[in-house]
């Protein structure tokens, strides 16, 4: 076969992962599957097929290899026998971990950071997006850059460099250095653009979509502006912000949707990503989109209301928007029974998450289009209001039902 059809076939090759986690006194074993699941699906997402799944009970992780000598062991016996690609742990390793599994398995190690950093990379399409993502990299292979040139010789003195002697680490640490600050100022620069840009929106009220990763906000986003928007049943789908101008009922806003949140984000992706989040801060009101079909959509609920705490959004207007509806009575509601009490059910789950969010909630099908009438409803009532407080000047051209 020609060597270029063989790199062919080889680009292709799905590549087999195994997946590790630690039960702690942090963790159960409840939650480190779903953790495990959540990683199986962002390995698939990012092109790996899940061939097993190991895990172990820790007080806390083993400070050489993060697990035991003897879990180690039975990971390295599965990853001989059945020609495993890569090992990706759930939490983060440290480099000097990351070093030592991989020299006792022979293969690539990642972590769950590197993984989403790895789907960040293949899906930015924007300059933005790209820089974002190169920036995040770039500082999370800083510390781990130690020992990656073990194999080489100093480098050799010469024009240009600071002396003999000089090791290729130190060589690569400046280097790395020097594009983080350059990938910094460029994303100072877009950032300035982007302002500009949010600037001359002004006399608009904004709406941002938020949510767990997956939970289908593209789709909302392309039933409610009724334009083509990329919408995918894989994680991170979205990661540039896309903003369409929506009307209702002669009230014009502006709709945005922003990139998923997920648990564990990696620090320096939410560091990075700040700027493309700016449209959910800067809007006025939230919908926060939850897949309520999700067996832990209460977990993903939290992680994105922490991480609206972490970026100073909590205190906005939000209207939780349960999604999957249709899915969630497929779920949980025998098929025998009788509609009258499914609404009642529905009702009394949609009080008590209104009383505990303290926020209007409303249960919609995106996918299908249910209810999507009455969170239009919620959503006029709230942006009439926004534009009557703010632009009074403007009340003439608002026109009720």
């Known amino acids: 076969m020609p060597k270029d059809k063989i790199h062919q076939v080889e680009d292709h090759r799905i590549e ?130 130690k020992g990656m040139w073990q194999h080489l010789d100093r480098v050799k003195g010469g024009i240009g460099m600071k002396g003999a002697g000089e090791k290729e680490i130190e060589t690569d640490r400046r280097i790395a250095k020097q594009n983080i600050a350059k990938l910094k100022a460029k994303l100072e620069t877009i950032d300035k653009q982007n302002l500009t840009q949010r600037k001359n929106r002004d006399g608009m009220i904004r709406v941002s979509l938020v949510g767990y990763t997956n939970v289908g906000k593209s789709t909302l986003m392309r039933a409610l502006s009724k334009e083509d928007v990329f919408a995918e049943n894989k994680l991170f789908a979205t990661l540039d912000t896309t903003v369409r101008k929506v009307v209702l009922n002669h009230v014009p806003f502006l709709l945005s949707d922003t990139v998923g949140f997920i648990r564990k984000l990696p620090h320096h992706l939410v560091e990075s990503f700040k700027s493309t989040l700016d449209e959910a801060v800067e809007s006025d009101i939230l919908l926060h989109v939850v897949d309520i079909a999700h067996p832990n959509f209460e977990d993903q609920f939290n992680v994105v209301n922490e ?86 000047y403007k009340a003439s051209y608002l026109t009720d039902y």
Not at 106 to 117: A, H
């Open 16 to 145: 087999r992962a195994v997946l590790v986690g630690l039960v702690t006194k942090k963790q159960s074993e409840q939650q480190l599957k779903e953790y495990l699941d959540e990683l199986e699906f962002l390995a698939e997402t990012a092109g790996a097929q899940t061939e097993e799944k190991f895990w172990q009970k820790l007080d806390h992780p083993e400070k050489r290899t993060y697990v035991g000598s003897g879990k180690l062991a039975e990971i390295k016996t599965f990853v001989k026998a059945y020609d495993i690609d890569m090992v990706i742990f759930d939490d983060e390793i440290t480099p000097s971990q990351q070093r030592n599994i991989e020299k006792e398995l022979k293969c690539k190690v990642l972590d769950r950071s590197m993984l989403i950093l790895d789907i960040f990379a293949q899906r930015a399409q924007t300059l933005q997006a790209k820089t974002q993502v190169e920036l995040a990299q770039l500082q999370y292979l800083l510390p781990r850059l």
């Open 307 to 392: 991480t609206l705490q972490e970026l100073k959004a909590e205190n906005k207007t939000q209207i939780i928007v349960f999604n999957k509806i249709d899915l969630y009575r497929e779920r949980h509601f025998d098929e025998h029974l009788p509609e009258e009490i499914r609404k009642e059910l529905l009702h009394e789950l949609k009080q008590s998450w209104m009383a505990k969010s303290n926020n209007e909630a409303v249960f919609i099908s995106a996918e299908t289009g249910e209810n999507l009438d009455e969170l239009r409803d919620i959503m006029y009532v709230h942006i009439k209001k926004l534009y009557l407080d703010r632009y009074p």
